[in-house]
């Protein structure tokens, strides 16, 4: 199984909802990603996590809350998310820690519009 | 700040000719340079990586260079297809978990 299987692909949701994304991998990477896309521009890194621990936060507002509940999982909670925000969330894993430069696997994203 | 550039916003080709794309990058030294397709509403998939000190990788009908003297990467697809329609992404990755992502160029390949 080479897949990582984000839920849902679509999401609306007003700003005052709590909503949650979420990834799934069973490959055995240990290495899981967040990152954000506008169109037309590139992937903006967001979260890391290395071995289940928060390893980079790119300064993110706290309306966005990660969570690694286990190797295989990774979750994103979104609250009082501005229409701004509006975007396509990609959820990447790599094999290791991140020391080689080996490749991302992304999932497919879960395309979030803020009302 | 650190900044890639990837040559064009789209680039028009026709069936069966070589799709040359740019890779332009300041202010980094990337220990390894990906390239990545993304197809529309998709994520990224990875197609190559080549090291800081390696100037040539080949794959099938694509092959990537990476001169880190003038801080630029070019890709070819050759004998190009329909299906290689995509977008192409550039990354730079230094040691640790950071990739950085340039703004593709968008390839259209005419039958």
């Known amino acids: 199984d080479t897949e990582v299987t984000q839920t849902p692909k679509h999401l609306v949701m007003g700003m005052t909802n709590k909503k949650s994304l979420k990834c799934e991998q069973h490959?055995?990477?240990?290495?899981m990603y967040w990152y954000k896309q506008k169109a037309k521009k590139p992937p903006e890194l967001m979260f890391v996590y290395s071995y289940e621990k928060l390893s980079i936060n790119e300064s993110v507002p706290s309306r966005f809350s990660p969570e690694c509940p286990n190797s295989s999982l990774l979750n994103l909670h979104l609250h009082a998310l501005q229409p701004e925000d509006s975007a396509l969330y990609l959820c990447?894993?790599?094999?290791?820690?991140?020391?080689?430069?080996?490749?991302?696997?992304f999932g497919s994203g879960t395309q979030l519009s803020v009302l | 700040s650190q900044k890639i550039e990837q040559n064009s916003e789209a680039l028009n080709i026709q069936e069966g000719k070589t799709a040359t794309l740019t890779c332009n990058y300041t202010n980094y030294s990337p220990a390894y340079l990906q390239w990545y397709r993304q197809d529309p509403g998709r994520g990224p998939v990875f197609l190559l990586l080549?090291?800081?000190?390696?100037k040539e990788k080949r794959k099938e009908r694509l092959k990537v260079t990476f001169d880190t003297t003038l801080k630029q990467s070019l890709f070819h697809i050759t004998a190009s297809q329909p299906a290689d329609s995509a977008t192409y992404l550039c990354a730079l990755r230094g040691g640790g978990f950071k990739t950085i992502f340039g703004a593709g160029t968008r390839l259209f390949v005419k039958a």
């Open positions: 490959m055995g990477h240990r290495a």
């Open positions: 080549i090291r800081e000190n390696e």
């Open positions: 990447a894993s790599s094999q290791t820690d991140g020391k080689r430069g080996e490749k991302l696997f």
